[in-house]
């Protein structure tokens, strides 16, 4: 059973449907609910109905009996059980009726004698049967069982706020702790978001990727030793291919002297100083365009480009697409 309370409220007629009322309340209470009613003070003023217009205010569904009489008028000849009625669905309530199926067959005692309030009581019936559930009995035991299906059903298919015990809802210091607790993450997203745009290293007096940069290499094939001037841009462009995933300074320097024969037409089998391409990777590690971390399980030190790295080599490079 589930640990919400839902409080229903009961409208009837009074004296003639006493038997009928306390089955169906007891069915509520054997249910886990909570039966609300004017049980002690049935409704025949227009000051009691402002009362009990809070008490259906609270409740969750509303159920409507309805026997052989109609109840007592307001001033404008209106019955407080209808009353009650139209308060209810003008509330947006969940309305269950329950009408007597055997009406000519209900005693003389239970009935109203006076012909208006006949002709009102069926007027209310059938006001009340339209486009709504409703269920027919003709005792109080069947009355009792209908309840207690239409009611379950209800709680399923429109469920309500429902009432819960003190104890299983939070205190006000669970909650005031919980709304800290999130303004102390809203703070910390915020100072990581702000890491996170300024994670590149500011350093003012790093040269810019225009800087020129001179790279010295020996040929083998020629037994020289040349040098080639480029700007920091130009060995992003060249090492950036390697570093699109974690790559070693090996594999930057074989890029590079890869690109020295392929973007600078320099024949034969170039050799960099690894010292040259080292510091030259480490100045874009300053400028915010490639980052370093260990290698792991690999070992050493690998290298890869930022987002920073490869928006700018997309944006300046021949390569953008």
Known sequence: MSDKKYQVFISSTYADLKEERQILTRAILDMGHIP?????????????????????????????ILGARYGSLDPDGVS????????????????????????????????????????????????????????????PEKLGSEAILALTKAFKSHPQVGWVRANQIPSHSTVA????????????????????????????????????????????????????????????????????????????RIGVETGLKERFNVSGEPRLNRSEIQDAVLHLVATGHVSMKDGGSAGGTVYQLTDLGVQTWLEMSYTKK
């Open 177 to 252: 702790d919980v709304l800290r607790y999130r303004e102390e993450i809203d703070r910390l997203k915020n100072e990581i978001d702000i890491l996170m745009v300024n994670n590149s290293p500011s350093f003012s007096d790093v040269a810019g990727l225009n800087h020129e940069l001179i790279l010295h290499y020996s040929n083998f094939s020629r037994g020289a030793d040349y040098s080639q001037a480029m700007t920091y841009f130009d060995f992003l462009q060249l090492i950036a291919p390697k570093l699109h995933t974690p790559g070693t300074m090996t594999s930057v």
């Open 80 to 139: 407080f059980t209808e009353r009650e009625f139209e308060y209810a669905v003008a509330t947006k309530k969940t309305v269950l009726v329950f009408v007597h199926g055997k009406m000519d067959e209900i005693p003389r005692g239970k009935t109203d004698k006076d012909e208006v309030k006949y002709r009102k009581l069926l007027d209310f019936k059938e006001k009340a049967m339209t486009d709504r559930l409703v269920k027919i009995w003709d005792t």
């Open 36 to 64: 609300a009613g004017m049980e002690m003070f049935p409704a025949s003023d227009v000051e009691q109905l402002g009362y009990i217009k809070q008490v259906i205010d609270e409740c969750d569904y509303y159920v409507l």
